[in-house]
C-alpha cells in the first residue's frame, strides 16, 4: 500500500522529532533506505548526505520508518472501514490521523471494530440502547431504576422483567466505558507503572522440584522485570510449571472509571458504579493485561536478541590467524578424533583417523599419522576444537610436537556450530565426497584462519552465543542476526577470488542467488581481475555494483584500489591526487606516505566531500588492512582439565564464550563453561557486562566455587586482578560489610546454580 504525499511528511516529522537528528539528516537517509540502500552502503559511502551517521542510527531509523509507514497504512484501513459504516466524524478522523502509536490506533477503532457477538450487541437487539441513554444521561432523581426500566420489558425480545433490562443496559454502558480510548490509555499507562508482575507454581507442581523453583512464588515491578527472568517465567508458563499474571492498581483504576462515569447524583448511581467495576473486570483488565504481558515480552525479547547480535558481532570479528597451512582437529574418544589439513587458501588436502586415547597400542601409530601430515603439508598451526577429548587432545598434540623437536602453535578453536555445518547442504556442496566428521575438522582448521568466512556457513542460532534464543520473537531475532552479519561482513570486506557463495551473499547489494553465479563466473572464467569485471555478470546490474563494489576485494589485480575499500566512483579523485603529486595510482598506492601534508579541501566537490575524502586517505595509507584485532590465544593450565581438578582460588586464563545480562560465561579448559556473575566483572559497580567483556576476550579468573554434581563452576574477574587505587576507602569498606559479593541480581545467581545467603 502506497503513501501520500502527506504520510510522508509526517512519518518524516515523527522521525526528527523521535530522533533528535537534523531534518536533512532524516530526510536524506529515509530516502536513500526508500531507493533500496543498504544499511552499510549508507554508512560507508553517502556520509555527505546522512551528515555521517553510523550504522546504529541508519537501522534505528530503518527500524522505525518500518514501524512508522506500518502505521500510517494501518490509518488508511481504519478510516476507509469506519467511513464505509458511515460513522467518521471530522473530529475522530483528526484524532486517528495524529495518533503515533498502534495501539493508540487501536483503541480509536475499537468501538467501530468488527467483532464477534457480545453481551452488549444482544441487548441492543433486544431493544435496550434507549434504557442504556437513559440511564448514561443521569437525569431522574426520584424513582426506582425497575420504575424507569419497567417500558422496556418484552418477553417476546426475552427481557423478561426490569432487572433483565437493567442489566442488557449495563452491558451495553460496560461496553462503551470498556472502548472509551482515553479511559484505555489511562488504565494501560497506570498499569505498567504500578503493576506487578507475579509469578507461582501450577497446582500440579506444588512442591516438586524443578529449575523454575525460585519462581514458584515471586513478583516484581511489571516494567522493571529484567529480559532474562521475564523470559525464564515465560518458558516456565510454556512448560506448564508456572501461571503468570500482572496485579494492577485495581481499585484505583475502577475510581478513575467511575469519575469518568458519573456526573452526579440520580437512581441510578450505585448502578453505575457496579458498571465501572464491571468494565474494569470483565473487559478492560483482561485484554490491558495481554497488551502489556506483550509489551514486557517484546522488550524482553529485544534485550535478549541485542545481547544475542552484540555476541555474535564479537564472535564473527574475532581476530583471523591469517593465510596459513592448518591442520585441524575434531577430537573424539571411542570413535577417534579427525584430521584435517588445509593450505593457505582453506584448500582441503588431506585427512586421517587417529585413536590416541583408546590404549596404548594406539598411541604410537596416532603420533606417526599426526607427524606425517604436518610434515607432508608443511603445517604451520594446529587447531583443535574444544569439545569432547580436547584437553586431552590438546596434550597429546604438545607432547608429540615436543618429543620431535617441531614447535608449532597449537590452538584451542570454539567449535560450536561445527556439526551443524557438517551436515549442511553448504558442507554437502563444498565436500560430496568427505565424511562428516572430516568436514567438521576442516571447519574448525578454517575458523582459526578466518573466523568470519566460515562462521557465515552456519546458522548463527546455533553458534551458542545467545540467552533464551529459542523463546523470543523468532522473525525479530533472525532479522537482527543476519544485520549483524551483514554488517561484520562488510566491516571487514570480502575477498572476491577466493570467499564462498556464503560469505559474498552477505556482501551489500549481493544475496544468495548472486552470489553463487559469482561464484560459478569465477569457477569457469577464473579470477577476477578487476572490479569492473562483476559487470560481466547476468544481472549483476550498476545498482547492485555501486552497492557492492566497495566491499569487495581483489589481491593481486591490475588496479590497486580495488585491494581497498575506496569505492570506484571515487577512483577518479584518487587519480587526481595522485597526478598532483606527480604520480600514478600505482605508484601512489606503493608509498602511500607521499600523500603526507595532502590538503584535502582542494578535492572537494558537489558529491565528495570531507568525510569521504578522509576515508579514502586513511584507505591509501593502509591498503588492505584487516580492521579486526590482533590474533591471540589462550593458555590452559597442564594440570586443569577436568571440572575435579578446580580448587577455589585458582587464578587461571580462560576465553569468554558469552555474555549474558547477569554475567559472562568463561572457558577454562574443563569443557564446563563457568559463571563469572556481574558483580564479579570489575571492581567498580557494572550495570551491562557488554562494557566490561565481549565474546572472544582473553580473561585471567580466580575460582569462586565449584560444584562438580551439579557441574557449576563460579568465577571471578575481578578478584583475580588487584582493586585499582582509585577505589574509594568508603566503597571498599561497604563491601567490606555487606560481604565479598554484592549480589544486586541474586535470583541469577540462583538460576545458575549458586546458594545465595538472604537476609
Not at 560450536?416 to 565436500?431: L, M, P, Q, T, W
Not at 575458523?447 to 548463527?460: F, G, N, S, W, Y
Not at 529459542?470 to 570480502?494: I, M, P, R, W
Amino acid at each position: 500500500m502506497s503513501l501520500d504525499p502527506q504520510q510522508e511528511s509526517r512519518i518524516l516529522g515523527y522521525l526528527i522529532e523521535e530522533t533528535g537528528l537534523q531534518t536533512g539528516q532524516v530526510v536524506n537517509t529515509v530516502a536513500l533506505l526508500r531507493e533500496g540502500a543498504t544499511v552499510p552502503f549508507i554508512a560507508r559511502y553517502r556520509k555527505e548526505r546522512t551528515g555521517e551517521l553510523d550504522e546504529v542510527q541508519i537501522r534505528t531509523l530503518e527500524e522505525r520508518l518500518g514501524y512508522f509507514t506500518e502505521l500510517e497504512q494501518r490509518k488508511t484501513t481504519v478510516l476507509d472501514s469506519i467511513s464505509e459504516q458511515g460513522k467518521l466524524t471530522p473530529e475522530l478522523a483528526d484524532r486517528i490521523e495524529k495518533s503515533r502509536q498502534k495501539n493508540e490506533l487501536e483503541d480509536l477503532y475499537l468501538p467501530y471494530k468488527p467483532k464477534r457477538r457480545t453481551r452488549a450487541m444482544i441487548a441492543r437487539e433486544r431493544g435496550l440502547e434507549p434504557l442504556a441513554d437513559l440511564i448514561s444521561a443521569q437525569d431522574l432523581t426520584e424513582g426506582t431504576p425497575e420504575q424507569a426500566a419497567a417500558p422496556f420489558v418484552d418477553p417476546q425480545k426475552e427481557v423478561a422483567d426490569a432487572a433483565a433490562a437493567l442489566q442488557g443496559a449495563a452491558d451495553i454502558l460496560a461496553e462503551r466505558l470498556s472502548e472509551d480510548a482515553d479511559m484505555r490509555a489511562v488504565v494501560r499507562r497506570l498499569t505498567w507503572e504500578q503493576g506487578m508482575f507475579r509469578s507461582q507454581v501450577a497446582p500440579d507442581y506444588a512442591g516438586k522440584v524443578s529449575k523454575f523453583e525460585m519462581y514458584y512464588d515471586y513478583q516484581e515491578p511489571l516494567r522493571d522485570v529484567p529480559s532474562h527472568r521475564m523470559l525464564a517465567m515465560r518458558r516456565g508458563e510454556k512448560e506448564e510449571v508456572l501461571r503468570l499474571s500482572v496485579a494492577a492498581p485495581e481499585e484505583e483504576l475502577v475510581q478513575r472509571l467511575k469519575n469518568r462515569l458519573l456526573r452526579g447524583e440520580s437512581i441510578f448511581r450505585p448502578m453505575l458504579e457496579d458498571v465501572a467495576q464491571d468494565a474494569y473486570r470483565r473487559l478492560i483488565a483482561p485484554s490491558i493485561e495481554v497488551e502489556l504481558r506483550l509489551e514486557a515480552k517484546k522488550r524482553a525479547d529485544e534485550a535478549g536478541i541485542a545481547v544475542f547480535a552484540d555476541n555474535l558481532r564479537n564472535l564473527l570479528l574475532l581476530p583471523p590467524a591469517g593465510s596459513c597451512r592448518v591442520l585441524g582437529v575434531d577430537p573424539g574418544l571411542r570413535t577417534g578424533s579427525k584430521l584435517a589439513a588445509i593450505d593457505a587458501t582453506g584448500r582441503f588436502l588431506e585427512d586421517a583417523t587417529i585413536y590416541p586415547h583408546t590404549g596404548k597400542s594406539q598411541l604410537g601409530p596416532a603420533r606417526q599419522q599426526l607427524l606425517r601430515l604436518i610434515q607432508a603439508h608443511d603445517i604451520e598451526m594446529v587447531a583443535i576444537g574444544n569439545g569432547t577429548a580436547s584437553r586431552e587432545m590438546d596434550l597429546f598434540v604438545r607432547e608429540t610436537l615436543g618429543d620431535a623437536g617441531i614447535k608449532l602453535p597449537v590452538v584451542m578453536v570454539n567449535e560450536a556450530g561445527a556439526s551443524v555445518y557438517s551436515a549442511s547442504d553448504i558442507a554437502r556442496e563444498e565436500f560430496p565426497d568427505l565424511d562428516v566428521t572430516v568436514r567438521g575438522a576442516i571447519s574448525i582448521a578454517r575458523r582459526l584462519q578466518d573466523p568470519l568466512a566460515e562462521l557465515v556457513k552456519i546458522d548463527p542460532k546455533s553458534i551458542g552465543v545467545g540467552q533464551y534464543q529459542h523463546d523470543v520473537n523468532q522473525s525479530a531475532l533472525k532479522k537482527a542476526l543476519d544485520d549483524t552479519v551483514e554488517s561484520c561482513v562488510n566491516f571487514v570486506g570480502v575477498d572476491l577470488n577466493t570467499a564462498s557463495w556464503a560469505l559474498l551473499s552477505y556482501v551489500s547489494g549481493i544475496g544468495e542467488a548472486l552470489a553463487k553465479a559469482m561464484v560459478r563466473h569465477r569457477e569457469s572464467r577464473g579470477a577476477f581481475d578487476t572490479r569492473a569485471d562483476l559487470l560481466d555478470i547476468p544481472r549483476f546490474g550498476a545498482k547492485t555494483f555501486e552497492q557492492a563494489a566497495g566491499f569487495l576485494r581483489i589481491r593481486g589485480g591490475s588496479n590497486p584500489l580495488d585491494n581497498t575499500a575506496v569505492h570506484p566512483e571515487n577512483y577518479p579523485t584518487v587519480e587526481t591526487m595522485a597526478s598532483d603529486i606527480g604520480l600514478s595510482v600505482t605508484e601512489l598506492a606503493a608509498a602511500p606516505d607521499k600523500l603526507t601534508g595532502v590538503r584535502l579541501e582542494r578535492y572537494v566537490t558537489d558529491t565528495v566531500g570531507l568525510p569521504t575524502l578522509r576515508d579514502i586517505l586513511e584507505e591509501l595509507e593502509k591498503p588492505g588492512r584487516d580492521p579486526r584485532r590482533r590474533f591471540e590465544t589462550v593458555s590452559f593450565r597442564d594440570d586443569v582439565r577436568e571440572i575435579s581438578d578446580l580448587k577455589e582460588g585458582m587464578v587461571l586464563s580462560g576465553t569468554v564464550t558469552n555474555v549474558a545480562a547477569f554475567g559472562a560465561f568463561v572457558d577454562i579448559g574443563v569443557h564446563q563453561d563457568g559463571l563469572v556473575h556481574i558483580s564479579h566483572l570489575a571492581h567498580r559497580f557494572v550495570k551491562d557486562p557488554g562494557e566490561v567483556v565481549r565474546v572472544g576476550d582473553i580473561v585471567k579468573v580466580k575460582v569462586l566455587s565449584v560444584d562438580a554434581t551439579r557441574k557449576r563452576i563460579g568465577l571471578s574477574i575481578k578478584e583475580a586482578q588487584p582493586e585499582p587505587e582509585s577505589a574509594s576507602r568508603p566503597a571498599r569498606k561497604k563491601r567490606e560489610k555487606t560481604g565479598k559479593a554484592s549480589l544486586k541480581d541474586a535470583s541469577a545467581w540462583e538460576k545458575a546454580g549458586f546458594r545465595v545467603r538472604r537476609k
